[in-house]
């Protein structure tokens, strides 16, 4: 690598609700991390999403209490507050241009790391055409979102000139089906990490969770 390339920072972002965080968000991460080269990946998990209007979600400090301790013992990884902490309505557009004043006095380069489902309704994000200009977009795969079932050509020149593909083992994981699982008293173990298995269970989060309710989750 180029000395010039070496000093500037790669950060990863990983954005989401994490409502809870699994090993499906954790292992994307870790690949992002190695395969980018990343000095870190911050988690960010979002406060007032408008994208969540649809299904009331669990308080923003239960939800950023889970990441932090799915992420504690991993040096690599960190927990950021800052959208939990905004008032207004959580925008990426937004997290990504305060981020920036962060590393103000350093050459700094962002990896915004999503799912591949999301990244194809990015068109109705806030101010999603200048997302490109401030972060590369990582596009995870998912099970049942494998690249060919999609599109990207459909996706603005400027959003797919700044994506790239990141390939990550299938676990069949997600949020909604955790929170289900609690709900009808079913089995946690090796779905996510064991310190966020007993803080669900202390707290008593998700037990009102319709077992039988189809959502699909949006960034």
């Given at each position: 690598?180029?000395?010039?390339?070496?000093?500037?920072l790669?950060?990863?972002i990983?954005?989401?609700?994490?409502?809870?965080?699994?090993f499906?968000?954790l292992?994307?991460?870790?690949?992002?991390?190695?395969?980018?080269?990343?000095?870190?990946?911050?988690?960010?998990?979002?406060?007032?999403?408008?994208?969540k209007?649809?299904?009331?979600?669990?308080?923003?400090e239960?939800?950023?209490?889970?990441?932090?301790?799915?992420?504690?013992d991993?040096?690599k990884f960190?927990?950021?507050?800052?959208?939990?902490?905004?008032?207004?309505?959580?925008?990426?557009?937004?997290?990504?241009?305060?981020?920036r004043?962060?590393?103000?006095?350093?050459?700094?380069?962002?990896?915004f790391?999503?799912g591949?489902d999301?990244?194809?309704?990015?068109d109705?994000?806030?101010?999603?055409?200048?997302?490109?200009?401030?972060?590369t977009?990582?596009?995870?795969n998912?099970?049942g979102?494998?690249?060919?079932?999609?599109?990207?050509?459909?996706?603005?020149?400027?959003?797919?000139?700044?994506?790239?593909r990141?390939?990550?083992?299938?676990?069949?994981?997600s949020?909604?089906?955790?929170?289900?699982?609690?709900?009808?008293?079913?089995?946690?173990?090796?779905?996510?990490?064991?310190?966020?298995?007993q803080?669900?269970?202390k707290?008593?989060?998700?037990?009102?969770?319709?077992?039988?309710?189809d959502v699909?989750?949006?960034?």
């Amino acid at each position: 690598m180029p000395a010039e390339e070496a000093s500037v920072l790669r950060i990863g972002i990983m954005g989401g609700t994490f409502d809870p965080i699994h090993f499906g968000h954790l292992l994307a991460a870790q690949e992002a991390l190695v395969r980018l080269s990343l000095r870190e990946v911050i988690f960010v998990p979002t406060g007032n999403s408008y994208q969540k209007s649809y299904r009331s979600v669990t308080p923003a400090e239960e939800r950023y209490m889970m990441t932090f301790l799915a992420t504690l013992d991993n040096p690599k990884f960190s927990v950021s507050r800052l959208e939990i902490d905004r008032e207004d309505p959580s925008h990426t557009v937004d997290t990504l241009r305060e981020m920036r004043y962060w590393y103000a006095d350093q050459a700094v380069e962002f990896f915004f790391i999503t799912g591949i489902d999301a990244l194809m309704s990015m068109d109705t994000w806030t101010e999603y055409e200048k997302i490109p200009e401030l972060c590369t977009i990582v596009a995870a795969n998912r099970p049942g979102y494998d690249y060919e079932h999609y599109n990207l050509g459909n996706l603005p020149e400027k959003v797919r000139s700044r994506v790239l593909r990141l390939e990550i083992p299938l676990l069949s994981i997600s949020s909604t089906e955790i929170r289900h699982r609690v709900a009808a008293g079913e089995n946690l173990r090796y779905l996510l990490p064991h310190p966020v298995e007993q803080y669900i269970y202390k707290r008593g989060l998700y037990k009102d969770e319709d077992p039988g309710r189809d959502v699909v989750l949006k960034k």
